[in-house]
């Protein structure tokens, strides 16, 4: 299995600044042959089931503000969010699709400073 | 508008059976790739199975051989039967799309229900 591992855990951040949270895979989920990398991100706030919010690691789904942006490719891969604003307070969850089981990281808790 | 509604959960007794239904609204159950993925009480979420349009079934390791997925195409509804239920059983479980491009390939979740809650305890 492929064992996603995001840090930090938890941050602070004040509102307007910039949140980065880093997704690391234990093997590559670059798949060579249409260069993709296989990875998600989902934010679930507090009694809300999780949100898609990136997929191929930096395309945007619809309707998600472009303060949030994915990037990284292979095993490394961050999630920001440019300007944190009070409603993004939640927590953040990346996913890998490269292979069965599909698998999930431990969660980043964002909260204001 | 895309709707997945979980119901079904509630307490129930350690080795105890349990069925968890997920009605869809705005989407055709059987011609999706469709999954259940839980959350264990302030914990992460974790992958459990998925049912192909095509009906090929595969599940996570630790339900494999006590859980079934299935769908009612007349109903519009996707199932989860629960056998042999253990403590560590017990989470929110969610129903959810799973995108699907091509045959035998499946991608990210979505949209997801709202979740329905099972407990394992005596």
């Known amino acids: 299995d492929i064992v996603m591992t995001q840090s930090p855990d938890s941050l602070a951040v004040s509102l307007g600044e910039r949140a980065t949270i880093n997704c690391k895979s234990s093997q590559s989920v670059l798949y060579t042959s249409n260069n993709k990398n296989y990875l998600a991100w989902y934010q679930q706030k507090p009694g809300q089931p999780p949100k898609l919010l990136v997929y191929w690691a930096s395309t945007r789904e619809s309707g998600v503000p472009d303060r949030f942006s994915g990037s990284g490719s292979g095993t490394d891969f961050t999630l920001t969010i440019s300007s944190l604003q009070a409603e993004d307070v939640a927590v953040y969850y990346c996913q890998q699709y490269y292979t069965t089981p599909r698998t999930f990281g431990q969660g980043t808790k964002v909260e204001i400073k | ?122």
């Open chain 2, 1 to 122: 508008e895309l709707q997945l509604v979980e119901t079904g959960g509630g307490l129930i007794q350690p080795g105890g059976s349990l069925r968890l239904s997920c009605a869809a609204s705005g989407l055709i159950v059987s011609s999706n790739y469709m999954s259940w993925v839980r959350q264990a009480p302030g914990k992460g979420l974790e992958w459990v199975s998925v049912i192909y349009s095509g009906g090929t079934t595969y599940y996570a390791d630790s339900v494999k051989g006590r859980f079934t997925i299935s769908r009612d195409t007349s109903k519009n509804t996707l199932y989860l039967q629960m056998n042999s239920l253990r403590a560590e059983d017990t989470a929110v479980y969610y129903c959810a799309r799973a995108l699907s491009e091509y045959t035998d390939t499946w991608y990210w979740f979505d949209p997801w229900g709202q979740g329905t809650l099972v407990t394992v305890s005596s």
